[in-house]
């Protein structure tokens, strides 16, 4: 369903689906009041409306999780990572969007669509530095025992 969302937002929003954009705008949008000048603030809040597609996609993804969680009664009963471990990854996948030109769900969706060689390796990086990680933390036990009650 996600891929589908693609040729209309190429043909007629000219852009492409992806989160780390709609977090920049989210962010700038909070920061504005106090850091008017700054570029990069500036650039998201004032910037072309179809930026906060991104955010709108990015909270409806939050939100649709959030509602299956729920619904599901699995929203507090996976114990997965430490909160410091949480937003240690959290930061690390923050500062790697931007350093890689997009985050996974625009290289792995909006730029493999487009054929495009960054992200194709940008994609095989992040499976290339993922699989490792989960099973480096599924060794030492960083990762709880939410991978026995998943299932």
């Given at each position: 369903?996600v891929g589908?969302?693609?040729?209309p937002?190429?043909?007629?929003?000219y852009?492409?689906?992806?989160?780390?954009?709609?977090?920049?705008?989210?962010?700038?949008?909070?920061?504005?009041?106090?850091?008017?000048?700054?570029?990069?603030?500036k650039?998201?809040?004032?910037?072309?409306?179809?930026?906060?597609?991104?955010?709108?996609?990015?909270?409806?993804?939050?939100?649709?999780?959030?509602?299956a969680a729920?619904t599901?009664y699995?929203?507090?009963?996976?114990?997965?990572?430490?909160p410091?471990?949480s937003?240690?990854g959290?930061?690390l996948i923050?500062?790697?969007?931007?350093l890689?030109?997009g985050?996974t769900?625009?290289?792995?969706?909006g730029g493999m669509?487009?054929?495009?060689?960054?992200?194709?390796?940008?994609?095989?990086a992040?499976?290339?530095?993922?699989i490792?990680?989960?099973?480096i933390?599924?060794?030492?036990?960083?990762?709880?025992?939410s991978?026995?009650?998943?299932?």
């Amino acid at each position: 369903m996600v891929g589908l969302i693609q040729l209309p937002l190429v043909s007629f929003l000219y852009t492409s689906i992806g989160s780390s954009g709609g977090l920049g705008v989210i962010t700038s949008l909070f920061l504005y009041p106090w850091f008017k000048e700054n570029s990069f603030v500036k650039a998201r809040v004032t910037s072309n409306p179809v930026n906060y597609f991104q955010s709108i996609y990015l909270v409806m993804a939050l939100g649709g999780g959030s509602f299956a969680a729920l619904t599901s009664y699995t929203f507090y009963t996976n114990s997965g990572v430490s909160p410091g471990l949480s937003f240690i990854g959290g930061f690390l996948i923050l500062f790697g969007s931007m350093l890689g030109g997009g985050c996974t769900s625009g290289h792995g969706i909006g730029g493999m669509s487009f054929l495009s060689l960054p992200s194709f390796v940008s994609v095989a990086a992040m499976f290339g530095g993922g699989i490792p990680t989960a099973f480096i933390l599924q060794v030492t036990g960083a990762y709880g025992d939410s991978l026995n009650n998943s299932f």
